[in-house]
C-alpha cells in the first residue's frame, strides 16, 4: 500500500514562509516525477510546480508563483517539498502533491495524490 502523507501547512501572514513536504511510504516502487497541485474554494485545481525524477531533474512552475516557491525532492527519502516565500493572500488554498510511480510487480505507470494540507494567508 503506497502513501503520500504532506506537512508544513498552516496560517502564515503576508510575505511570510512555509515549507510543505510530501513524503511516500511503501515498498516496491520507484518514482518519476512529481509535483504539487493546489485548489482554492470554488476553484478548480491548478499545477503550482513540478520536477521531474534524474540527477538533473528539471523544474516547472506556474507564473503565478516563479521567483517566490522552489520545488526540491530528496530521493533517498522518496520525499518532495515546496518552499513558499513571500506568500500572498491568493496563495491560500489546500496544497496537494502528487507522484508518477512504477512498481515492480506490474507494468506502467501510476499517479498517486496526498491528502492535502491546508495553507492560509492573512493579509
Known amino acids: 500500500q503506497v502513501h503520500l502523507v504532506e506537512s508544513g501547512g498552516g496560517l502564515v501572514q503576508a510575505g511570510g514562509s512555509l515549507r510543505l513536504s510530501c513524503a511516500a511510504s511503501?515498498?516496491?516502487?520507484?518514482?518519476?516525477?512529481m509535483g504539487w497541485y493546489r485548489q482554492a474554494p470554488g476553484k478548480q485545481r491548478e499545477l503550482v510546480a513540478a520536477i521531474t525524477s534524474g540527477g538533473s531533474a528539471s523544474t516547472n512552475y506556474a507564473d503565478s508563483v516563479k521567483g517566490r516557491f522552489t520545488i526540491s525532492r530528496d530521493n533517498a527519502k522518496n520525499t518532495v517539498y515546496l518552499q513558499m516565500n513571500m506568500l500572498k493572500p491568493e496563495d491560500t488554498a489546500v496544497y496537494y502533491c502528487?507522484?508518477?510511480?512504477?512498481?515492480?510487480?506490474?507494468?506502467?505507470?501510476?499517479?498517486?495524490w496526498g491528502q492535502g494540507t491546508q495553507v492560509t494567508v492573512s493579509s
Open positions: 511503501g515498498s516496491g516502487f520507484s518514482i518519476n516525477d
Open positions: 502528487n507522484a508518477k510511480m512504477a512498481f515492480v510487480n506490474r507494468p506502467g505507470y501510476y499517479l498517486y
